[in-house]
């Protein structure tokens, strides 16, 4: 022990951690009387004015550890079931769920940094106010003067204004704990205010698949194994969801051919039996010449279709008149015979499923295209089969009360009066009021630089951001931080000091999963998962409810009546109250007790999705031709939808990184050992032709901004294709892909999220080589 | 010894402050003590300053907290040094009411037991406090240079934070440990 050196040092570091010797240091001092002679009333207290609980006066051994469960709640695929094991208060390590068989008792290498997250000392830990935005100049305020200051602009908002409506929320994936729509719920207990609505993740897709089938919803993940052919169409579960890695190896140890098609060589890629490399963009083109090729080799189920398509001969006739392979083939930059030849292994497969990835759809044609390969999964008999499937999400789990979410307006609130959607793709409508005069203004949450600066009548003067890393996130972020400028206050509720703290007025700190009660769910996987408090919160951290809470008792103080949300929540009661009969059955559990001894999962009726074949469009069948879609201005068809034209000579891709999930994780100390800073991947070819060699510092730029960063050359990028994987590195490193990155919309979103997703693919830029 | 006793509670409380009239009172307790400290024209700045090296919320310049400095790698709070000097409390029949909150390896908390420990000392000879004063010294000294040198190499520091540190470094030098008797 390197702190002490004099033999009485020595024996109190001998004593250390041996309570036998610790109690009887303390009974001498106690019958000597030193102990009384200690003043106990310093920062640090005697026990004996505390009470018994106080001060806890043993210590747990070796290996006497307290477990917990808790869940990952960072918008991921995987959602895993997490151990924690506790000792004297403090969260030693994580280990996997095992009683799940999805999580099987293992985790991510984000997952097993989790302790590093909460044990940070860069973690938030006061209420801040900065005294002019983005000066670096903060001073720590108490809570009551955070949420005086906060509740006195809400009131001053109302005043001015006679509504709410300046006070808007931006919140999104930072934490998916059902209890955390607290926060939606926090802003309907205030009254009608402004809400960025929809989602940057996954939008064109589910009004694809809602188009098709009636909604959006997946096979169990874990019948992958049962596959005898899959396509992992767009997505990179090697990063991104290394769960569901397990099953395709089992699909092929049983012989099953796994094809990947990607524009990047991805670690899924090499996995595979056969990798394409795909021009991002083309996979509609390519879809439907897969089609055209099993329409003209008779190899379409026609049995299926007949039962159950709606459409399907229009659908038919459509790419007879105007999809041939040949052509298909040129606009996906892919052999001929190897897409006819994988076409044929896939239709005589059974069952053949295809994974279709969230990257795919982030294009102006993302939405279509997904229809397009729904489509040739379709045709192939494939949908509704165990091993089967176009397995691209679902919400089926999701049926939870959302009590915290669903908060009635005070009486009086004057609101928005315009036509209004779904805020967002986890809105049931569950809380709506038909008779409600007034609703929220909604905004495009992905365009939220422009909203803010169009919004007038009344302009956004309160900002509430929470769970979302705005100015990381976002994109354009030029712009946002222009836009930012024009709000009155801002708030964020954080973690870290990130880009967008940087730019607030006020910063709140929150809890990590372990300092936290709430119940977690997938959008992939069928598992049920509690998320216990593990230990006590860190510092002043607060949950999003307890905020929410907190910020009733002050605003009811000053104007009674003035917030619905409740006051003195219990963390766990507020989590107890978010289950309801049909979770119980679903997941066969009798109380949420049982779900302290493991996970659960949803009894299906069959490992499929839509297994009866009764789907939810309005024919009641599979809908190849889609009479909402064509009332929502697009094809009622799939039709092929060229992409977006270049504006650079380099398509840009900034796709979902190893070590971090969106802007978390990468910013801990472990993650910086194995990936110390943002690169861009540039093709040898490409790089050569700019005099650029491995390791040079480039600047990348386009109309929308500029990066500087250290090139990487490799082969598993195309040439005509510059790669950044997106990430937040840390207050250090002022790396963001959204300065390059612009807010074109893709296709579709809007019919079940609200607003429509952004073309986060279909973005172009140029290269050079600078001084470093 | 008695006149230096004081300055390790003022320095306690000046490294705990929560805004800048907790910074003042601490600081006008240390030159009260005779601390050769400069005077002082606008504490906002000095808690601006306060705030980037000890409490955030940006990434901190010196983390007041042991671990970060005694754990080698491990440079997380709530690490092994913490929980010692957590037993060490006990030992002496004394928490820390922020205990699994607040690390109780904040150099406040330390100096704290180092203060209340000296006050105990003065009114009874105890050879186990006078070991436990010896460890705590010892420990302190294995640490508060590391952390006293980020804060002279942060940038925008403020000299007033730089010259209460200086003076910790000096106070704990003359702080001589005593012999078992």
Redesign the interface.
């Known amino acids: 022990m390197h702190e002490s050196k004099s033999s009485g040092a020595q024996n109190i570091a001998l004593a250390l951690g041996n309570n036998l010797s610790r109690r009887s240091f303390l009974k001498i001092l106690m019958m000597t009387g030193a102990a009384a002679a200690l003043p106990g009333t310093g920062l640090l207290r005697s026990f004996s004015q505390e009470g018994p609980v106080f001060g806890r006066a043993t210590f747990a051994g070796p290996g006497a550890y307290q477990t917990f469960r808790n869940a990952c709640p960072r918008n991921c695929y995987d959602t895993c079931g997490i151990v924690s094991y506790v000792k004297d208060g403090v969260l030693e390590f994580v280990e996997g769920e095992p009683t799940s068989t999805y999580t099987n008792g293992g985790l991510c290498v984000k997952g097993y940094a989790y302790p590093r997250t909460v044990y940070s000392p860069d973690r938030i830990k006061y209420p801040m106010r900065q005294v002019g935005r983005g000066s670096g100049n903060w001073e720590r305020i108490s809570w009551e003067e955070a949420l005086d200051a906060i509740s006195g602009k809400i009131l001053e908002i109302k005043e001015k204004d006679g509504s709410l409506l300046g006070m808007a929320l931006t919140k999104y994936s930072g934490n998916f704990g059902i209890t955390h729509y607290g926060v939606e719920g926090m802003l309907s207990s205030l009254g009608y205010t402004t809400r960025f609505v929809g989602t940057p993740c996954w939008p064109a897709g589910i009004d694809a698949q809602n188009y098709d089938m009636g909604n959006m919803w997946c096979n169990d993940p874990e019948d992958m194994a049962q596959s005898k052919y899959i396509i992992v169409w767009g997505a990179n579960p090697a990063y991104c969801s290394v769960h569901s890695l397990k099953y395709i190896y089992e699909a092929k140890k049983r012989g099953a051919k796994v094809v990947v098609i990607d524009p990047v060589l991805t670690q899924t890629a090499v996995k595979g039996d056969e990798y394409w490399q795909i021009k991002p963009g083309a996979d509609g083109a390519l879809a439907l010449a897969m089609s055209r090729h099993l329409i003209d080799q008779g190899l379409v189920s026609r049995e299926w279709v007949a039962a159950n398509g709606l459409g399907y001969d229009e659908y038919e006739a459509y790419i007879k008149a105007n999809v041939t392979v040949e052509w298909g083939a040129e606009q996906a930059g892919l052999p001929v015979d190897v897409v006819k030849r994988v076409a044929e292994e896939f239709a005589a497969a059974d069952p053949a499923t295809i994974w279709i990835g969230y990257g795919m759809q982030r294009h102006v044609n993302g939405g279509v295209n997904v229809r397009a390969i729904d489509a040739l999964v379709a045709m192939t008999g494939n949908v509704g089969k165990p091993g089967g499937g176009a397995r691209y999400g679902h919400l089926f789990t999701w049926g939870f009360n959302y009590n915290a979410m669903v908060q009635a307006a005070p009486e009086g609130s004057v609101g928005y009066t315009g036509a209004t959607g779904p805020k967002g793709e986890f809105d049931t409508g569950q809380g709506a009021d038909a008779a409600a005069t007034y609703t929220d203004r909604t905004f495009n949450i992905n365009k939220i630089g422009q909203e803010i600066l169009d919004a007038q009548d009344p302009p956004v003067r309160l900002l509430w951001i929470a769970n979302k890393n705005v100015v990381s996130q976002d994109f354009d972020k030029n712009k946002i931080v222009k836009a930012f400028e024009k709000v009155e206050m801002i708030v964020a509720v954080d973690l870290f000091f990130n880009p967008t703290v940087e730019q607030a007025d006020i910063v709140l700190p929150t809890v990590t999963p372990f300092e936290d009660w709430t119940v977690n769910v997938s959008y992939w996987h069928y598992w049920l998962h509690l998320n216990e408090q593990a230990i006590k919160p860190l510092f002043e951290t607060k949950s999003d409810i307890e905020i929410a809470s907190a910020l009733s008792a002050v605003l009811n103080a000053k104007q009674p009546g003035s917030c619905t949300f409740p006051q003195n929540i219990d963390a766990k009661e507020m989590m107890i109250k978010e289950f309801n009969d049909g979770i119980y059955q679903l997941f066969g559990i009798t109380s949420w007790e049982d779900l302290r001894k493991g996970a659960a999962k949803a009894k299906l009726p069959s490992s499929a999705s839509w297994s009866d074949l009764k789907f939810a469009t309005p024919s009641g069948k599979y809908e190849f031709k889609s009479e909402i879609a064509q009332t929502n201005g697009h094809t009622a068809l799939p039709e092929y939808k060229a992409g977006r034209e270049a504006y650079a000579p380099l398509r840009l891709l900034t796709p979902h990184a190893k070590h971090g999930l969106h802007s978390q994780f990468q910013n801990l100390d472990w993650m910086h050992d194995l990936n110390p800073e943002p690169l861009v991947y540039v093709h040898p070819r490409t790089a050569g032709a700019k005099g650029i060699v491995d390791g040079d510092t480039v600047r990348v730029f386009n109309p929308t901004g500029e990066i500087r960063l250290k090139a990487q050359l490799t082969n598993n990028v195309p040439a005509d294709t510059l790669l950044m994987y997106e990430a937040w590195f840390g207050a250090k490193n002022g790396f963001n892909v959204n300065l390059l990155v612009d807010d074109v919309s893709s296709d579709m979103g809007a019919y079940k999220t609200g607003s429509p997703g952004v073309a986060i693919h279909d973005q172009f830029a140029d290269i050079e080589k600078v001084a470093a | 010894m008695t006149a230096q006793t004081p300055s390790i ?1 003022h320095f ?1 409380r000046f490294f ?1 402050a ?3 009239a907790e910074l003042q009172s601490a600081y006008e307790g240390l030159a009260s003590d005779g601390a050769p400290l400069p005077v002082v024209t606008d504490w ?1 700045e000095v ?2 300053s306060f ?2 090296l000890f ?6 310049q010196a ?1 007041p ?1 042991a671990s ?1 400095y ?1 754990d080698g790698d491990d ?5 092994a ?4 000097i ?12 922020w ?4 690390p109780d390896d904040h150099l ?2 330390e100096l ?2 180092l ?3 000296e ?3 003065a ?2 000879a ?7 004063r ?2 705590l010294i ?2 302190l000294r ?2 508060v240079p590391a952390f006293v040198g980020r804060i002279q190499a942060a940038p925008q520091v403020h000299p007033v934070i730089v010259a209460v540190a200086d003076a910790l470094t000096r106070a704990l030098g003359r702080v001589d ?1 005593i ?2 008797c």
């Open positions: 509670l306690s705990f929560a805004n800048a906002r808690a601006f705030n980037r409490v955030g919320p940006r990434a901190l983390p907290y970060l005694l440079t997380r709070l709530m690490g040094s913490t929980s010692r957590r037993q060490l409390y006990a030992m002496l029949g004394l928490a820390s009411p205990q699994d909150r607040i406040a908390l704290d037991a203060w209340q420990i006050q105990a000392l009114t009874v105890s050879p186990q406090l006078q070991d436990a010896d460890y010892g420990r294995a640490w440990p012999a078992v």
